[in-house]
């Protein structure tokens, strides 16, 4: 079955730092895949798509990175604040279905 | 308003009744998905509408849980006789279906949190 890994501990970093999360799956081939960031108390919200063909997607402080070779997904976060501290979701659209699947998240916190 | 919007916001039942929980999309989109999410987890789906039409309930965990989108705007997902382990927090989303860039990108509603004692 489709299997999506993310590191279930925590990642603690320095503000100004770069925060880097993985996503790896197993048993899929997605046209794309998506990374969301979630608050406590509160639904996620989208951040970046990258799809197959391409190789790295940027936006402002962000970047993601998808091989499907290593089936892993990198999301980066630049010059880190502590306002980025929260969970931060990767997920792959299921086979042949609209719904997507959700990877377990990894909560960042960035430290002032 | 412009966003997605979810009521109750929190939800305690007794161990056997029922619930409803309802969803407001985004006006105008298409696509409407219910997840579950558990303490420490990502959400789960259980279930997708296109309009009106239910094209995708393999999430549903039992027959115990039903959902309709009635009019293809507000949908309502309903528990039957409630289970401790339906505890959770459940999550509706809409998806506009014609953005190419963004394929299937979901706007999430805040959720509500279903507490079965």
């Known amino acids: 079955s489709q299997k999506i890994e993310q590191n279930s501990e925590a990642l603690n970093i320095q503000e100004g730092k770069t925060a880097t999360l993985t996503c790896n799956y197993t048993?899929?081939?997605?046209?794309?895949l998506q990374w969301y960031r979630q608050d406590p108390g509160r639904g996620p919200v989208f951040l970046l798509l990258?799809?197959?063909?391409?190789k790295e997607k940027r936006k402002e402080r962000l970047k993601v990175t998808f091989d499907t070779t290593l089936k892993q997904s990198l999301f980066h976060i630049t010059a880190s604040q502590p306002a980025d501290s929260a969970t931060y979701l990767c997920?792959?659209?299921?086979?042949?279905?609209?719904?997507?699947?959700f990877g377990s998240g990894t909560r960042l916190q960035v430290q002032p | 308003g412009a966003g997605v919007s979810q009521s109750p916001r929190y939800k305690v039942a007794k161990r056997g009744q029922d619930v409803a929980l309802r969803c407001d999309p985004i006006?105008?989109?298409?696509?409407l998905f219910w997840y579950q999410q558990a303490l420490g987890q990502g959400p789960e789906f259980l279930t997708y509408?296109?309009?009106?039409?239910?094209?995708?309930k393999s999430g549903l965990p039992s027959d115990r849980f039903f959902a309709e989108r009635p009019e293809g705007s507000v949908s309502t997902l309903k528990i039957q006789r409630t289970q401790q382990e339906d505890s959770a927090v459940y999550l509706c989303?809409?998806?506009?279906?014609?953005?190419?860039?963004?394929?299937?990108?979901?706007?999430f509603g805040p959720g509500t949190r279903l507490t079965v004692l």
């Open positions: 989303a809409s998806s506009a279906d014609r953005v190419v860039e963004r394929p299937n990108e979901q706007f």
């Open positions: 990258i799809r197959e063909n391409e």
């Open positions: 048993n899929y081939s997605p046209a794309y």
């Open positions: 509408f296109q309009n009106e039409a239910q094209l995708d």
């Open positions: 997920a792959l659209p299921r086979k042949g279905r609209r719904a997507l699947t």
């Open positions: 006006s105008g989109h298409v696509s």
